[in-house]
């Protein structure tokens, strides 16, 4: 029997047009249809999740920490010095980001019609939101883990301990946090799909791409929920 749970990725303030710092084109527009799917009577999810980018002021993946230009590229090293086989140590290249999310700020809070919705769910139906991003010295696009597979959010134990077999994500950014967090969902032995419909991207021109990231990353793509057998 499948245990299905719904994992919202960041509709956080700074996301949301129009006046996020990291407006993702379109955001609002799917604000709606994500609160429709927190109907526990029509869709039996065994959890809904929601996930919080939640960075200190002065976190590495922000430009302003650097002096460049947002949405630059910059390489980073491994934060702890880890070295690969020629004995250097590792290195990312990575974007950065206008300053976003920051604790306890309007645009990290999470769009205010959703959580009310989110804290009316069925007390019988387990819900959570996970924090990601709060460790300053790594980039964190998953909400399972950061970029360099290091530190594990409480992501993946939440889902074990409530037996969940399928994960459906649906938020902002489908090429970013969204993309990230299913692939590794997958990888992480969950049964994984994304409603494309309530996504946006960041980088909307790259679509075809970064659908092939999902699908190459074993996430099945859905138009709708619709799609999806409970």
């Known amino acids: ?110 769009d205010a019609a959703f959580l009310t919705q989110f804290n009316q769910v069925d007390g019988k139906v387990p819900k959570a939101i996970v924090q990601k991003g709060y460790l300053k ?21 939440t889902l074990r301990k409530l037996e969940v077999t399928d994960v459906i994500f649906v938020g902002l950014a489908y090429d970013f946090c969204v993309m990230n967090s299913a692939v590794d969902c997958s990888q992480s032995g969950f049964t994984t799909y994304v409603i494309k419909s309530l996504c946006k991207s960041v980088f909307p021109e790259n679509i075809s791409q970064t659908d092939d990231t999902y699908r190459n990353g074993g996430v099945k793509i859905l138009e709708s929920i619709d799609d999806y057998s409970f």
């Open 1 to 110: 029997m499948n245990k299905p749970a719904l994992v919202v990725i960041d509709l956080q303030e700074d996301f949301l047009p129009s006046d996020g710092s990291l407006a993702v084109a379109g955001g609002r527009s799917i604000v709606e249809g994500i609160i429709d799917l927190l109907d526990v009577q029509k869709f039996p999810w065994a959890a809904v999740i929601a996930t919080q980018d939640w960075h200190p002021h002065d976190h590495i993946s922000f430009a302003s920490q650097h002096s460049v230009e947002p949405y630059s590229q910059l390489e980073f090293t491994h934060p702890l010095g880890e070295k690969d086989e020629t004995g250097s140590v590792k290195t990312l290249t990575q974007t950065v980001w206008p300053d976003h999310c920051v604790q306890n700020t309007f645009g990290s809070s999470i």
């Open 137 to 157: 010295d790594r980039e964190y696009y998953s909400c399972f883990k950061d970029t360099w597979k290091l530190h594990k959010t409480e992501m993946e134990d």
